[in-house]
């Protein structure tokens, strides 16, 4: 295989060059990490389930209209996606009263807050990703008006979505953070899509019933088996068979081979819609 020009390489993920010119090859890594990096882990097999779930939530995303980056999967651990501009903004959708909001406000874990919160962030590590208002995000340009009006209205979107297609396998969107990309048009045009990846690492997830977490906050609190959690939400979506993808702590070759490929079909025909702006930016 011919060596591939790394362009970013994160605690979770690894882009490389695409084949063509608009697109990246995004490699789902084992690491896990919490904390900004304070703590870290191999933990076998779960790039490849964030690899699947991420792949399955971004096409089913684009069947009800929202624009994404993910074009198909290549393999059991990468993904083709188009090549964006990243706004350095964390987009934090908030269900049920869970992390940092909790510690903030006071509020006792579990608590169905009255309607959906969106929060804020600003995308930059070594300052520890503080949350930000719209007036923060406008006044330093890291989007404008328009950007944010687009990127509010398709979170909303977003989280009524799959809270219900959680909801329907047993399971509780309680909080999630998303990424936003630009893409630039042969004469200047904007188009905002979503991009990063929609997984148990970036998505709080409760058994309904149980309220057993599933998700990160396994690694984050010691609450057991990382993987045995992100298995269970990959059965529960009908994306990996019922006894996982691990055989005595390795991956099971022969049921990542039985795997089928997922594809957004509608990538090819995709007709983006612009952000209107008062100037486009050069």
Known sequence: MARRKKIYEGKAKILYEGPDPNTVIQYFKDDATAFNGVKHDIIAGKGVLNNRISAHLMTKLEGIGIPTHFIRSINMREQLV?????????????????????????????????????????????LGDPLVGEDHIVTFG?????????????????????????????????????????????????????????SPDNCRLWDSKTKEKLDKDRFRQDLGDLVEGYQFIAERLGLIPEGGILKGGDLNEKVLQSLDQIENELAEKRKLKGITQPKIRK
């Open 82 to 126: 188009r090549s964006v501009e990243i706004i350095p903004i964390e987009v934090v959708v908030r269900n049920v009263a869970a992390g940092s909001l909790c510690k903030r406000l006071g509020l006792k874990e579990g608590e169905l807050l009255f309607k959906p919160l969106v929060e804020y962030y600003y995308k930059k590590d070594e």
């Open 142 to 198: 890291w989007a404008d008006p328009y950007e944010l009006e687009a990127i509010e209205t398709m979170a909303w979107r977003v989280n009524d979505y799959l809270s219900g297609l959680f909801s329907g396998i047993g399971l509780t969107l309680v909080d999630f953070k998303l990424e936003f990309g630009r893409i630039w048009g042969e004469y200047g045009e904007l188009y905002l899509v979503l991009a990063d990846e929609i």
